[in-house]
């Protein structure tokens, strides 16, 4: 009788440890690759901020150095010199001081930190 309860208690707890252990593993994956995806589209993030810098800054010298003053707007960037970014995403304060000053120029991304954009 005792060996009956014993095997009982022996298949009960195998049984539990097999379905445990798999949604264990299994949630761990899951876990494991939502951290991974989370870390790639920061990454991605980045990567676009940077570039949105880049371009606002390539664009900014290539009109100075065309037209001889700096752009008097962001939008002036966009009409003349084809600068293109997402608007959802990032957020340009571009602050002209003068024609022949470096305008100040901050980008921030909507929801998170910023970064200034200056010489």
């Known amino acids: 009788m005792e060996e009956i309860t014993l095997r009982k208690k022996e298949s009960f707890m195998s049984g539990v440890l097999g379905f445990i252990i798999p949604t264990v593993i299994l949630v761990a994956v899951v876990v494991f690759f939502f951290i991974g995806v ?3 589209s920061d990454s991605t993030l980045d990567k ?9 800054e390539r664009d900014i010298v290539q009109c100075y150095s065309l037209e001889g003053i700096y752009p008097p707007s ?3 960037l966009e009409e003349h010199y ?3 970014y997402n608007k959802d995403l990032f957020f340009v304060d571009y602050r002209p001081i003068a024609s ?7 980008i921030i991304r909507k929801g998170k930190k910023f970064i200034g954009v200056n010489p």
């Open 38 to 40: 989370t870390q790639i």
């Open 48 to 56: 676009q901020e940077d570039s949105l810098y880049t371009a606002i």
């Open 74 to 76: 962001l939008e002036y």
């Open 82 to 84: 084809a600068l293109v």
């Open 100 to 106: 022949n000053i470096y305008p100040d120029v901050t």
